[in-house]
């Protein structure tokens, strides 16, 4: 018999949580929403080619391969012996495996794009949210599926994106109570502008590997690291002043464009980052510039989202420009800007500031208790016409003691309790225990439906 | 360079299909909430031995399995090697693969019941919107991910809990606009009866895959199966009179006591039936004797839910109650009765009847014409000023020409463009078109929220 298990880095969301989830969720995708975001879903398996080489070799290793059904039938037993000798090599393995599960949402919303951009209306809006699996090492907040959300907009190269964006983070964070999160911006251009400093301006993904990790690892490791990706010593130097630009965003506005003088990548970049900071004005938004962003496909404006700082939990969301978000598909010259919300993070940080609001767990209004036959016939009735009001309300299945009956109104978060023994029925009323207080009020039957819409 | 296509049999859900789908879940469970079901949600993978066996052998064989990582790592390679000349042979690929995506909701509700029935509040009462994934041979209608909608209580015997998913299923279809479903009730209890006059009682699941053929295959079909199913011509003849019982749903039930006489099954099956009949006077439940249902773990009342006739597109839910959801799982003696809502099918019979409401495409209110800077720096003032009232509207980024924006609009469904140029800012008001009628209305900007409050 097997002995019933969870597979390892996987969860099981009882009703508290997927309440709590949903609370996170419905707040930002309805922020989303008052922007023109609309919902697209994808299916979980994407075909494997799709996938692989999308994510660097690390990634490839990371994501979660679909076998073959019908391998072991006679007529395709030489292919998946052929097949299987190709993945004991480490090498591709579609022969075994044409699909696999989706590893993020940015690749399967390319493949959408490039698939459908003859009928999509430009520029083209969308949010998605979605689980996603990683065959990553399971650790305390990592977990082998767990739910991106992300919003894009592609085919509009205004920087009004931006500023949305930056406004849907704002709203969204403030809704869910963290308002002392904090934004971050920085631009890729700015940092192409240091790595044509540093050597030359394909340098740049090597530059913005080694400054992501600053949070992490310090500074002296990132010089270690950049040495290590072969950067001289003064080309080390001139990228370690940069880091050390400090003071108000204007500040390090003005001193990026004299470190730069009339470099114009540079320039664009300050450029973007203050009609952001102008378009924005209300909402806190730091210039970073150490803020990097490790993936190679952002190319302007990036963000990162930190969780209040009193909570140390880090990023709980990021994002950025790129330039060819399809190119990969065969479909070149798309330009996008998208961020992205870490759910499980931003779940983390409302629980240890107990932030979500007791009411979402009070799913169900009242119980009747049940009282035997023919009382319960009577509770029946009253507890359909509260449904019928839009009212959630449960009886008590079966006629047991009363304090298990009580208890369970306790357990499943339910305040209020109606009893109706043959005695109330007679008088044509209900009593209604409240089971916080031990109050009791008898409530006419008639008016049974408007006590509760009241409540 | 990989060509972007999907996987056979997986669709991707544009924003007009997600609302549509939507639409309908947010129905359904919303009167699932009604009657205090509460939500579940579990992984996309389970381990492949809690799936495996589940599900017979054509259902195994259905299971997409997901391939281990680090296989061809050398400290593994023996093992995988093993692994498959074991999958080659059909045999147990654990090896290769310890984990599957799931194949349905129940037996993941099982293993979770068995997991946790320490912990749960009993009764129990879930409901389960997730999707599941099947290698069957994709066709019309028929996809190997698909959306499944269940709800079930367990851990108590009352037949309330069958009275309120029957109400269930009928407020829902109601509300969804095809109170012309038919809800069939039929009892695994007196198919038992039937059984053993027929040769045994454990021949209840041969007969009843039999019986359940009947509206695909005719009545010659199934007798001729029941023949081949070792049932003898006398055998098949009592079969035979037993389903052509008609008449109405009393007639029906007075029928079976007579042909069973004091059969105690028969008579539990009965009593039962007129239960359910009894608690929900007002909403058409037929007694359909032919009614089987496949599936081996029923053991009390089934039902099922049919699509208007109109539409012909046959069931479009189901369900049942069982006697034992966890005994597979090391818990036995844990009962419950369940239903399930076909998404797919409910969809298509939604569209082929016109029955999806417009309002839920409206997703945007207003588009506001990009009338260039300076302009569109007040209009996107207004924007955020709408959004800040929970008014959803876009400004179009970029500064083309306005037919191009309208036709954005157009597409996107939005009912109303905001147009306002240096004369309408000047008089401080706004030129508000409706697209479909093309009527121009001059709004105050101090009370355009307003203005779109009322829309």
Redesign the interface.
Known sequence: ???????QG??????ET??KR?YILDTITSVM????Y??????????L??LMGKYGEEGD??I????N????DPKN?AK??AG?EK????KN?AD????A?KYDLTIPFA??V???HGNL?M?FK?YQVQ?V?R?DRPQRGRYR?FTQCDAD?VG???L??EVELS?IYH?AFTQLGIAQYRLKINSRKILTALAEKCGGAEKINSLSIAIDKLDKIGLEKVKEELLNRGFNDSQVEIATSFLALSGSNQEKLEAIKKLFENNELASAGVNEINYVLQ?TSGIPIDVDLTLARGLDYYTGIIFEAKAPEEVKMGSIGGGGRYDDLTG???LPGITGVGISFGIDRIYDVLEEMNLFPASIQQ??SALFINMGTPE?EQA?QNA?AL?TA??????Y??NIKLDKQFR?AD??NIPFAIIMGAQEIASNIALVKDLATGHQEKVDLTHLVEYFSKK
Request: net charge positive.
């Open positions: 018999m097997a002995k019933p298990g969870l597979p996987m969860r099981d969301f009882s009703a997927v309440r949903n929403k008052l922007y023109g609309q919902p697209l879903e994808t299916p979980a398996m994407e075909n080619d799709t290793k990371l979660f391969k679909v076998l059904n019908g391998l072991h037993a998946t012996r299987f993945l004991m090599e480490g393995t075994l495996t044409e699909r599960l493949r959408y490039a698939m459908n209306t520029p969308r689980p699996w065959a599926e907009v509009s190269r205004s009004i994106n406004l709203t378009h990969l598909f065969g799913a169900v319960s029946f359909q449904r839009g009212i959630a309300c449960e009886m299945p079966e369970y357990k499943k």
